[in-house]
């Protein structure tokens, strides 16, 4: 990449801040209190358009609206570092009743990696949306048929398989660090090649850039279809309905990792304040629109709230830490 071309991206990406956080701050001036959030709730988005979580805020957004459950929710995109930009932003907005922020596994991982000043703990656990899983995929022409083959060309050469994902610490980092070790590699000899995100590592994959591609199976599923890629393995405890591609847990491989969705809220709100972001989030996911939400993006609905979600953040924590300290990124 050129010096220009980084400079017009690092300055594209720190207008996109700036942004995000005026609009963010633009939008947190009405008042506070349990009885303000269904007349104008703000989202953070913790990345750019177009994305996993952006599609989580806009789909949530459109089931508000059509549930007649938030007169008025802004989505507001705060991309950068894996998320924890966005993460900064909501911590700022302490005491702040109407507002959530999305979040989900990509963002405890970059927390780790990037030594982030704030993680999960510094905000307000709200609920679990649902669970969207990894797939590995190959080239076409790729003689890897299945995991086993892969597996076994791996353990020959760590170093000269290239495996292509989306940001260092997120979760397609994260699933070729499980596999690895479950297969008989060292994690921290993965030869991984992080990218903005599946889009970029997909174009790598078919220019033969990268030996293997990780990443939602949204991202690639056009490609699949397509018959560009072939999928190995879905990172999924059983089958997933709408996806014909074996578990990496049916080729014997302990790596089950979801990609869950989530929100949080800022710190400091009342008990009230918290119970009807709660009450509001719950209708939404009532709603027929986020019925169809999950069966269009083929999510796993693992809906939680209260303590029974905050149990969940804590294991979650402590198993992507553990990760993370296998490959060497903590």
Do not use: C, K
Request: charged share 20%.
């Amino acid at each position: 990449m050129s010096i220009q071309r980084i400079l017009r991206v690092g300055g594209a990406v720190a207008a996109a801040v700036v942004i995000g956080a005026a609009a963010v701050n633009a939008s947190s001036t009405g008042g506070d209190g349990a009885e303000a959030v269904r007349s104008r709730l703000t989202t953070i988005v913790p990345a750019a358009p177009g994305g996993g979580w952006d599609l989580v805020g806009r789909e949530a957004q459109n089931a508000f609206r059509e549930g007649e459950i938030v007169a008025n929710n802004q989505v507001v995109n705060v991309p950068g570092a894996g998320g924890t930009i966005g993460l900064a932003q909501a911590v700022r907005q302490e005491g702040r009743a109407n507002m959530l922020m999305v979040t989900g596994t990509v963002m405890i991982g970059s927390i780790i990696v990037n030594n982030s000043s704030h993680d999960l703990q510094d905000v307000t656990p709200i609920a679990r949306l649902a669970d969207d899983y990894e797939v590995v995929v190959v080239p076409d022409d790729s003689p890897y048929q299945d995991m086993g083959d892969l597996a076994e060309a791996w353990r020959e050469d760590p170093g000269g398989m290239a495996i292509g994902g989306g940001s260092l610490g997120g979760t397609d980092h994260l699933l070729a660090g499980l596999i690895a070790s479950d297969v008989d590699v060292d994690p921290q000899d993965v030869n991984y090649i992080a990218f903005s995100g599946g889009g970029e590592a997909l174009t790598s994959l078919l220019s033969g850039s990268v030996d293997v591609g990780i990443s939602g199976y949204n991202e690639f599923s056009d490609q699949i279809e397509a018959g560009n890629v072939r999928a190995l393995g879905v990172s999924a405890h059983e089958r997933v309905e709408g996806i014909d591609v074996p578990t990496l847990a049916e080729q014997d491989i302990d790596a089950v990792l979801p990609n869950w969705r989530g929100f949080v809220a800022p710190a400091g709100i009342t008990e009230e304040e918290r119970a009807e972001l709660t009450a509001i989030v719950t209708e939404m996911h009532d709603t027929p629109e986020w019925a169809q939400t999950l069966e269009r993006n083929r999510w796993d609905d693992t809906f939680q709230t209260g303590e029974e979600f905050e149990e969940f953040l804590a294991l979650e924590t402590e198993r992507i830490t553990t990760i993370t300290e296998e490959l060497g990124l903590s």
